[in-house]
């Protein structure tokens, strides 16, 4: 867990904004207080800019904020089930399997939100938990290289159209949780047979950074990739990249938030866990959210993220994904994806 950790000492540690100190600023939850851990697959300059705004708006809290892709926050977890105690009292993970997942555990402590009443997406409705952010699994491409003419438009076609042949990339889901969630949909959609087409592509399996810069550099033609990756690259690199919602659908994945319970969280302060889940959901919480180049999840909520279409328009052509197949099915996908497409590499 040492990125992790890492992340900890430059965000809670090294930060006064983490410290719980002195704040003269007003805020609804000034009388929010103690020690909370939140454990999130958000990307680390999000979570920086994240905790700066919650250190404002929880004066009197000590907020430790430790990250990690989901494969790892999944395996430290599992660890510390093992162990008999979770080092966490809110999670904030990239979809909503892995809820499904703890809830059966009885790991999670039930909390009717005040706010859920304004969510325009799912929620378990005994408050288990509830989606935070919206991400969408896109394609994107770099016309300064490459003529939209020339490039697929579908997730169809991203695997199944030679002319792009050796210049296509991806993440990996057996690390990345809204990957997993994304070909787990095309395997519903397209039959296994999608991850044999994609290793004839001789796909890429990286990082999104890294295929972002080869997209740049033209040695990859269009990579799968999530539309908060490019339009942040757009935003504040000023980059050309393009993103491409396909036209056999987006693959919309709310992330969610959760509340460990009494029996398994380290302090005891379901009280600020409660607290701050409701800043979240708020319109002030998803704000932050969408400044963070993530799509709100609220229904009376107009800003986009920067460069992004409206989120009905994302909605009214998307893929479904089936959350008790991403749960039920992660270890089969998974071990699919491996035996079809990496170990073929």
């Not at 969510?119 to 991400?135: K, M, N, T």
């Not at 987006?250 to 302090?267: G, K, L, Y």
């Amino acid at each position: 867990m040492k990125k992790i950790t890492c992340l900890l000492l430059v965000l809670c540690l090294a930060s006064p904004l983490f410290s719980g100190g002195r704040n003269d600023s007003v805020s609804a939850y000034n009388g929010v207080t103690g020690r909370i851990s939140i454990y999130t697959s958000m990307y680390g300059e999000i979570l920086d800019a994240m905790g700066r705004t919650l250190a404002v708006q929880f004066p009197g809290c000590q907020i430790e904020i430790f990250y990690g892709g989901t494969g790892t926050l999944q395996a430290k977890i599992e660890s510390e089930i093992s162990a008999g105690k979770l080092g966490c009292d809110i999670l904030l993970v990239a979809e909503p399997a892995f809820s499904l997942e703890l809830k059966e555990k009885r790991m999670l402590h039930p909390y009717r939100s005040k706010e859920a009443s304004s969510l325009a997406f799912d929620y378990d409705r005994d408050g288990y938990w509830y989606p935070v952010r919206i991400s969408n699994m896109v394609l994107a491409y770099n016309p300064q290289m490459y003529s939209r003419e020339s490039i697929p438009d579908s997730f169809y076609d991203f695997a199944y159209d030679q002319s792009v042949r050796g210049a296509v990339s991806m993440s990996n889901p057996l690390t990345s949780g809204t990957t997993l969630a994304s070909v787990t949909a095309l395997r519903d959609k397209y039959g296994y047979e999608y991850f044999d087409a994609l290793s004839r592509q001789n796909i890429v399996i990286e990082s999104g950074s890294v295929a972002m810069s080869k997209l740049e550099s033209g040695e990859h033609k269009v990579i799968m990739i999530l539309e908060e990756s490019i339009i942040r690259k757009r935003q504040e690199e000023r980059s050309r990249l393009e993103v491409i919602y396909p036209s056999d659908g987006a693959i919309v994945i709310p992330s969610t938030i959760m509340i460990v319970n009494d029996q398994w969280n380290p302090n005891r302060n379901t009280a600020a866990a409660e607290a701050i889940t409701d800043w979240f959901l708020s319109q002030q919480g998803q704000e932050a959210i969408v400044n963070g180049w993530m799509h709100s999840v609220r229904s009376n909520f107009s800003k986009l993220p920067f460069n992004a279409i409206p989120t009905r328009e994302i909605l009214a052509n998307s893929i479904p994904v089936n959350w008790e197949n991403v749960y039920r099915q992660r270890d089969e996908i998974r071990n699919r994806f491996e035996d079809s497409v990496t170990r073929r590499r």
